[in-house]
């Protein structure tokens, strides 16, 4: 497969506005990895469960090869908008994968790059972002056809500062935005050929996703949660109570704040739904962060906190993980059954099917 290339015309850009970016593309394109590990108990890769929990199955086998992909570690998983069996899965250690058999088998599609987020277009699943880091450098990729080939669109001219996170407008797929380590926001009206810096958070990026309403959300590790409903020119804090020294926490019977934020799960049927795993444990909010609660689990891991969030149905299910264990609830959060998976090590994604809620997916990453 030959790559495409882009003629590199512009300065890169280095948090400066209105700076254009077409840059050189790179080889990118998947290489075969043989990932495979005996040990179940310490398996990586992905479970599966068709049950709702009650028992989960590893499916790790790559297509037309004899190896696995039980040792990756997972940054994230998405369904392909208009195909419930394709499944895209980024690792931090190597590259982005598919599957389209609902998980029995995978297939590599890009390597080289951490990947630690991507975004699959819904109205051209042909068209794929992805962003992480290569060779020191923060990068932003782009596939036009399903995966066969990439270009990269931009490339951080300072060292070790990755791409952490892309969406593109739901309404509007030539408007994206992804964000630096760094706290730089930075947004394209061109599907990614050039670029401004929109915003600047001074914080460490994890996540921008937009809700059902179509309001745009941004994650930050010490910071929290963020809202704009201008497409990210603005911003406003929904975790400030969070962050404020105003949470009760019932288990400890003490007002506690949240030094830093791990994950959130937009609930994708009712906006203003938030969960957040956090440095304090699970809370959630029904109002857009007007009052949030803290969620109990049932069981004490020792220090360990909840990581993964999946939320369903309004937000009345919710999963969440502790090390290789899954949470379930179906009242909201009031109450949880524990699910036990086949791994001890820490679920970081927990992917629920959209015309299945019974089928769900895990994510496995190795973390202390």
């Known amino acids: 497969m030959q790559n495409k290339f882009i003629v590199d015309r512009f300065p890169k850009l280095n948090r400066f506005p209105k700076i254009l970016v077409v840059l050189l593309a790179l080889p990118l394109l998947a290489a075969s990895c043989s990932t495979s590990t005996s040990n179940q108990s310490n398996v990586k890769g992905v479970l599966k469960t068709v049950d709702g929990g009650q028992t989960w199955i590893v499916s790790n086998a790559i297509a037309s090869s004899t190896s696995s992909i039980a040792g990756l570690d997972v940054s994230d998983m998405a369904f392909d908008a208009s195909n419930n069996q394709t499944i895209y899965l980024s690792s931090t250690d190597s590259g982005l994968w598919k599957t389209t058999d609902s998980a029995q088998t995978w297939k590599q599609i890009l390597s080289k790059v951490t990947v630690y987020d991507f975004y699959v277009v819904p109205q051209n699943n042909n068209d794929i972002y992805a962003v992480g880091i290569y060779d020191s450098h923060g990068k932003v990729i782009e596939s036009q056809d399903a995966g066969v080939s990439w270009h990269e669109l931009y490339n951080e001219s300072g060292q070790l500062n990755s791409v952490n996170t892309i969406v593109a407008d739901p309404n509007n797929p030539q408007i994206v935005l992804a964000a630096l380590n760094d706290g730089t926001l930075m947004k394209s009206i061109d599907g990614g050929l050039s670029w401004l ?115 369903d149905n309004g937000g009345m299910v919710a999963y969440t993980s502790i090390g290789g264990t899954i949470y379930r609830s179906i009242d909201g959060g009031q109450s949880w059954q524990t699910q036990e998976t086949p791994t001890t090590y820490a679920i970081n994604k927990i992917l629920i099917d959209p015309q299945k809620d019974t089928t769900m997916y895990a994510g496995i990453i190795q973390t202390k």
């Open 197 to 311: 810096v929109q915003y600047n958070f001074n914080n460490q990026t994890l996540k921008l996703r937009y809700d059902s309403a179509h309001n745009l959300y941004m994650l930050l590790k010490n910071n929290g949660i963020y809202e704009s409903t201008d497409n990210g020119q603005t911003w406003n804090s929904v975790s400030k109570a969070l962050t404020d020294l105003s949470v009760y926490n019932t288990s400890t019977l003490r007002v506690e704040t949240v030094s830093s934020f791990i994950k959130f799960a937009l609930d994708q049927n009712t906006p203003g739904v938030i969960y957040t795993t956090t440095s304090k444990g699970l809370y959630k909010t029904t109002d857009n962060g007007k009052n949030w609660a803290f969620l109990s689990l049932p069981v004490d891991h020792s220090g360990q906190l909840p990581r993964a969030i999946a939320t």
